[in-house]
């Protein structure tokens, strides 16, 4: 998928909520810029959570509180971790049952988590367009390709 701007961005993360569960682990990966916390702000929005969503950089982990009967929203940015066992002390894996956990710059660090992720690859193209690449397999969001 193509996207033009920030606001398509966030839209399609609003699609991408709709398909989403309590227990779901998104590993978000792509380049500084690319628009991972932008499409995070959308999936916020998608699930009806508390916000503002902004990027977890400095703070690593922030729970999101659903504003209604949905699960909340996990946002990691695992951009400063060292590793694995850092991915650990953070604890995801308590809370990954009951939340949808997205984790921008997880990919090699949290796969392991749960025997199933989504995974979102954005690529910045020259034109300044974003093309999202959704892979998933339990096949929900194969409609998205």
């Given at each position: 998928?193509?996207?033009?701007?920030?606001e398509?961005?966030?839209?399609l993360?609003?699609?991408?909520?709709?398909?989403?569960?309590?227990?779901?682990?998104?590993?978000?990966?792509?380049?500084?810029?690319?628009?991972?916390?932008?499409?995070?702000?959308?999936?916020?929005?998608?699930?009806?959570?508390?916000?503002?969503?902004?990027?977890?950089?400095?703070?690593?982990?922030?729970?999101?509180?659903?504003?209604?009967?949905?699960p909340?929203?996990?946002?990691?940015?695992?951009?400063?971790?060292?590793?694995?066992?850092?991915?650990?002390?953070?604890?995801?894996?308590?809370?990954?049952?009951?939340?949808?956990?997205?984790?921008?710059?997880g990919?090699?660090l949290?796969?392991?988590?749960?025997?199933?992720?989504?995974?979102i690859?954005?690529?910045?193209?020259?034109?300044?367009?974003?093309?999202?690449?959704?892979?998933?397999?339990?096949?929900?969001?194969?409609?998205?390709?």
């Open positions: 998928m193509i996207v033009s701007t920030a398509e961005t966030r839209a993360g609003a699609k991408i909520a709709g398909l989403l569960r309590a227990g779901d682990l998104v590993v978000l990966t792509g380049p500084l810029g690319a628009g991972k916390t932008t499409l995070v702000q959308g999936i916020g929005e998608g699930l009806k959570v508390r916000g503002p969503i902004t990027s977890p950089t400095f703070v690593i982990s922030r729970v999101h509180p659903s504003l209604g009967d949905g909340p929203l996990v946002h990691v940015d695992a951009y400063r971790l060292g590793g694995s066992l850092e991915v650990d002390d953070l604890d995801l894996d308590a809370s990954l049952g009951d939340s949808v956990t997205v984790v921008e710059w990919e090699g949290v796969e392991g988590l749960s025997d199933h992720h989504v995974e690859l954005i690529a910045r193209r020259d034109d300044e367009t974003r093309e999202i690449t959704i892979k998933d397999d339990l096949g929900r969001f194969s409609h998205f390709s």
